[in-house]
């Protein structure tokens, strides 16, 4: 027997006001749990707060301006059902809808390890190559790619490795 999911935020201390109980992060948290169909969230106080009034009022008013919607449209809300990923993306590609997103895996793309029959193999060559690397390495942490700036970097330490050890 499967069990709905259910998504529960329980805020303790809902009535100390402060940055992290103020109206706007008590209305950001209930709607984190609003996402889920099955969705709740607790207030746990001894008195109900400007801050706590507030966010119930704009929760209702969102939740009859949900409901008037899915009605006018003709629409139910349902639990959106994933698919559990095998650790191979290609199988879980095989079970995935044919218009199912499916996210990249940047993770087969590791940057292949300099060989001397691609460069030459003396001191100079390797110098040369280590700032070529470094250049590379640069240039895509400035626009922010970091999985290829990672794999640079490593690559980048193996090389200057293996100059170490020509010396």
Same mark, same amino acid.
């Given at each position: 027997m499967d069990l709905p999911e259910v998504s529960l935020v329980a805020i303790l201390d809902a009535d100390k006001e402060g940055f992290l109980r103020s109206h706007r992060s008590l209305t950001q948290t209930?709607? +984190?749990?609003? #996402?889920?169909v099955n969705g709740k969230a607790i207030f746990y106080a001894d008195r109900i707060t400007e801050s706590m009034r507030k966010t119930m009022e704009e929760t209702e +008013? #969102? #939740?009859?301006k949900q409901i008037e919607y899915n009605t006018k449209h003709g629409m139910v809300p349902t639990q959106i059902n994933k698919l559990k990923r095998d650790s191979s993306l290609?199988?879980?590609?095989k079970t995935a809808e044919p218009n199912a997103y499916i996210e990249p895996d940047f993770y087969a793309n590791v940057a292949e390890p300099v060989t001397s029959e691609v460069y030459g193999d003396t001191k100079e060559d390797l110098k040369k190559l280590i700032e070529v690397t470094r250049r590379s390495m640069n240039n895509a942490a400035?626009? !922010?790619e970091f999985l290829e700036a990672a794999? !640079?970097?490593d690559q980048l330490i193996m090389l200057e490795d293996k100059l170490a050890k020509k010396r």
């Open positions: 209930v709607g +984190r749990a609003a #996402r889920n +008013r #969102r #939740r009859e290609s199988q879980f590609a400035k626009k !922010l794999q !640079l970097r």
